[in-house]
């Protein structure tokens, strides 16, 4: 059995209530099929199943009930068409690159990017003919220059990891179609509690579903959402190649996005509380922050975000000692490179997160020594500035 219709439904139920179905034992909660495979009534059934010639479900590598229910939902939720999901979020860039881009392709890609996407992108392509230009995500006319006869994607991550630069996903997206080229739309910060690219231009979404969607740092995931005929290339892929999201990741991914919004309005509460603390204090040089005033991108973050997110990066005077003066410091926020928990994380990229990553091309990205990146949680943000103060003192 299904969930309720869909239709007209408000954001916050479709979190809860998208893609769900019921079997026959009237399960209230969204039942978790841990199976690898799926029996048939007949030989001739399972035929037209392989086949696609009816519905069902094979082999939990391509089709598992649970993960279908989170496909479903997320898909509505950012108002796509289709998504799949991945086991991780590179996984999920990875299936998009395998399978739109072949050699002699090229990609034109916002340069304040998630360290490993970099190297996927300078690296791991590159070594099958595939190349990429990095631009200012902030600078359309660089998105315009960059553009060659052989671009056919181009790739934006807004708010950027970790300075949280914002683009204009609308202008950008203007850019890529009137060179008949796709654009792809790194989610993962705000998701679709904060931000919608579809709505505003992006041919697709990606998530790395580990982080805001879980939202507790339980399980990793990935998904993609867009139109059905993409969707269904990528699916293909993911068919073939295997980069799967589990059943149990999926199941848990599901009650995750049952508490998205109400986790999202919370964060971004926090972080802007800890962000204007943090321009306050004397050894803290900037702060890095999509809802504060003084960003730089300020109200184009207004316009096409709901609200500014859970991410905070400040440089502090005196640089990488500093720095890990103040990651060192801390009692009560976590030390680990993860974010979009429940409980509040800091890390420091330069060594962590983007060392992989060359200096120069750290350096045009703007990851100083001094950077530090705060995921900022859930607790009572009274406690986030004592606890940071310990090493900013």
Avoid at 282 to 290: G, H, I, Q, S, T
Wanted: glycine share 8%.
């Amino acid at each position: 059995m299904s969930g309720p219709q869909q239709e007209n439904l408000h954001p916050e139920t479709l979190a809860i209530r998208a893609g769900r179905t019921i079997s026959e034992y009237g399960e209230h909660s969204q039942g978790l099929f841990l199976t690898s495979s799926f029996t048939y009534e007949s030989a001739a059934q399972a035929a037209a199943m392989f086949l696609g010639e009816i519905e069902g479900y094979t082999y939990s590598r391509f089709t598992n009930p649970t993960v279908s229910a989170f496909q479903q939902r997320l898909a509505q939720m950012e108002g796509g068409e289709r998504a799949i999901a991945t086991a991780t979020g590179m996984a999920a860039i990875q299936a998009i690159m395998m399978t739109l881009l072949q050699a002699g392709d090229h990609i034109v890609s916002s340069q304040s990017l998630f360290g490993s996407t970099i190297n996927l992108f300078a690296n791991q392509l590159a070594k099958f003919g595939v190349t990429t230009t990095f631009v200012d995500a902030r600078d359309l006319q660089a998105w315009r220059a960059a553009i060659q006869p052989n671009t056919k994607l181009l790739f934006l991550e807004t708010p950027s990891n970790p300075l949280t630069e914002v683009a204009d996903v609308a202008a950008v997206a203007d850019i890529a179609h009137a060179h008949d080229a796709l654009l792809v739309v790194d989610n993962s910060f705000c998701s679709p509690a904060l931000q919608q690219p579809l709505k505003l231009g992006a041919d697709l979404v990606m998530h790395s579903a580990t982080k805001f969607i879980d939202g507790h740092g339980r399980v990793m995931g990935g998904a993609v959402v867009g139109n059905d005929k993409l969707i269904e290339q990528i699916y293909l892929h993911v068919r073939t190649a295997g980069p799967s999201l589990s059943p149990f990741n999926a199941w848990t991914l599901l009650s995750g996005l049952e508490t998205l919004y109400l986790r999202m309005e919370k964060h971004s509460a926090n972080a802007l509380e800890l962000a204007r603390w943090l321009e306050a204090q004397p050894n803290v040089e900037r702060v890095y922050y999509p809802g504060l005033e003084s960003h730089p991108q300020y109200e184009l973050a207004r316009r096409q975000q709901k609200s500014g997110g859970a991410v905070v990066s400040f440089v502090v005077k005196g640089g990488r000692e500093a720095a890990w003066k103040v990651v060192d410091g801390v009692r009560v926020i976590s030390r680990t490179a993860n974010l979009g928990d429940v409980k509040s994380t800091i890390t420091h990229p330069a060594s962590t997160t983007h060392a992989r990553v060359t200096p120069e091309a750290r350096e045009k990205a703007g990851i100083v020594e001094g950077l530090l990146r705060v995921s900022v949680g859930l607790e009572n943000v009274l406690d986030l500035q004592r606890d940071l103060a310990l090493g900013l003192d």
